[in-house]
Structure formats: structure tokens, C-alpha cells
């Protein structure tokens, strides 16, 4: 195998990006079709740190965790893309954000008990995948639906890519408790040299095992699989736990409720704790900043309010 690394030494990618979290693209220059490899450890443990997530609601989020980086890395955006799952099955929903800088958090909701020896597909039903990329500067907003078809995350979203982006793509994604890992191939527009390679590659691409996706290193994963292949590997980017939230975000959200039903949690409660559901924090809201907030609520236009 030939590996070129893109104007970075070796030294460079051992030291500079943590072994943990980070996302290595790389290119097949002659068969024209890109890849990545994600993996994640310390960002996922952070995300799972506020849950108690049942084992197999947690490999799902994980899988769509490693999906949501591998597809931000395919795209060319500022802002923020998120990936959601929902349906009418107890997993009701799952939503991770990424950033365009790899600033990932998610959440699953579901409701207890789980259905005995349920698949992804009979955990959540029927419904949609939904993709929302928001430009960070003029919060302008692209979506792309799908219905739920497959039974695995990685189908949904190559169900999505080839639907809505006419891109052929294949992805490969491993969840535990510990780790995330993910590999992502996808043929790009423009015509090949080398007719046999999508075949050829993403065959032995899907021959890669959960255990190597969260146990090796991305280099060793290329050796492993594509050893006979020309290659040219990008610097490798880091991937942090980032959450967007805000007590002015909190506060619109706390708009949803009249403000009669918030001054009687008030009444009852002393004050309105609000808690992140993706990384914890709690906001707290007394009886002065409820008032406030509907006073000026009910003077201005809610500019929060997007449709
Ligand atoms: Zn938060």
C-alpha cells in the first residue's frame, strides 16, 4: 500500500490530534471515490455521561453519533448539520448535531420497557430521517427527508445520500459502551479509470469487523483493508463534545408554556429548573425572570420562532 499523507509528516499525525476522538479523510486519487474513518472514545463517553442508556439504545445513538461526523466531513457548510431519527416505536427519537468543526452532541429518547429482542427497525417504527444543515452566519436552513427504509443506520443514510444526493456512498458503523468508530466511502461525480473499483473497494470495505472500527487505529484499518490501493491521507481532525446550549435558548424554549402554567411551577416549586438534555447543565428561572421573560414576550415578535 501506498500511503501519502497531504502535507503532513508522520510526526505530525501521531502527535497533533488526539488518539481518541478525530476523523481521518483520505482519497483513492484513481478511482475517484473519497473516505473516512471516525473515531471517537472521550467525546462519547461525555455524551453518554448525564444517561443511563439501555445497551442496545446506546449502540444505535453510537452508530448515528459516528454517522453524523462521517457525513459532516462530506460536506462543504458553516454551521451545523443534525442528523434525527424518529418514529412511533418506543426509541421515539434520536438527534446528534456536528459541527462543521467536528463539535458533536446527541441525545436518544425512548420509552420503557423496551420490547424484548427488538431491531432498530421495530424500535422505532414508522417515521423519518431528517437531516437540517444550518448555515451558522445567516441561519439559513436546508432539510432533507426520508422515510425510515432498512434496518440499520448506516442504510438509513445511504437510503438518504443516494435519494437526495445522488451520491453512492457506503458506510460502516460500531458502537459499545467505550467507543465509536465508523468508515464512510462514497463515489464521486466524474468518471473512473479504474471501472471495477466502487465494487472493489466497498467490498472490501464491508469486510471490515465492529471490533477493528473501535479497536484500531485509522491507519492500521487502511493497511488492513486496502493495502493493494493507492492512498492519500489527509490530516487527521480532531472531534470534541460541544453543546450549543444557552439560557436565551433555554428562555425560548420556556416560552412554549403559558405563562400561567410557569408561575404555578413557580408557585409550587420555588423556582424552574431546566436541565440540558445533551450535556446536563441546569438553568434555573424565579419568579423575576418569568416575569420578564412573558413581559417582553408579549411586547416584541418572538424573532426565535422560525418556520
Ligand atoms: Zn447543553
Redo the contacts with the bound molecule.
Keep these: 500500500m501506498t500511503i501519502t499523507t497531504h502535507s503532513a509528516s508522520d510526526d505530525f499525525f501521531e502527535k497533533s490530534v488526539s488518539e481518541q476522538d478525530k476523523i481521518n479523510r483520505f482519497l483513492f486519487d484513481k478511482a475517484n471515490i473519497r473516505g473516512e474513518i471516525a473515531s471517537l472514545n472521550t467525546v462519547w463517553k461525555n455524551m453518554q455521561a448525564n444517561h443511563n442508556y439501555p445497551d442496545i439504545i446506546r449502540q444505535y445513538l453510537g452508530e448515528v453519533v459516528a454517522a453524523s461526523v462521517l457525513l459532516s466531513a462530506t460536506l462543504k457548510f458553516e454551521g451545523s448539520m443534525t442528523i434525527q431519527a424518529s418514529g412511533d416505536g418506543a426509541l421515539t427519537l434520536m438527534v446528534v448535531e456536528c459541527r462543521n468543526d467536528f463539535g458533536v452532541r446527541g441525545v436518544a429518547k425512548y420509552d420503557e420497557p423496551l420490547p424484548e429482542d427488538a431491531d432498530l427497525k421495530k424500535l422505532l417504527g414508522d417515521g423519518n430521517l431528517v437531516i437540517t444543515i444550518e448555515q451558522a452566519k445567516t441561519k439559513e436552513r436546508y432539510q432533507g427527508i426520508v422515510a425510515l427504509e432498512g434496518n440499520s443506520i448506516a442504510e438509513f443514510l445511504e437510503g438518504y445520500l443516494i435519494r437526495s444526493e445522488q451520491l453512492e456512498t457506503r458506510i460502516f458503523l460500531a458502537a459499545d459502551d467505550r467507543a465509536v468508530g465508523g468508515l464512510l466511502l462514497q463515489q464521486l461525480p466524474g468518471q473512473s479509470d479504474d471501472e471495477d473499483s466502487w465494487d472493489r473497494i466497498t467490498h472490501l470495505g464491508s469486510t471490515i469487523k465492529p471490533e477493528e472500527l473501535l479497536g484500531l487505529d485509522s491507519k492500521e484499518i487502511l493497511h488492513r483493508l486496502y493495502h493493494e490501493e493507492d492512498i492519500r491521507l489527509f490530516e487527521p481532525e480532531a472531534i470534541y463534545f460541544k ?1 450549543s ?1 444557552s439560557r436565551e435558548k433555554v428562555t425560548n424554549m420556556l416560552r412554549s408554556i403559558s405563562h400561567q402554567e410557569a408561575s404555578d411551577i413557580i408557585k409550587e416549586q420555588g423556582n424552574i429548573a431546566v436541565d ?1 438534555e ?2 446536563g ?1 441546569e438553568y434555573q428561572f424565579d419568579e423575576i425572570d418569568i416575569v420578564s421573560i412573558y413581559t417582553e414576550h408579549s411586547q416584541t415578535s418572538d424573532p426565535s420562532i422560525k418556520h
Design positions: 453543546c446550549c440540558c445533551f450535556c447543565k
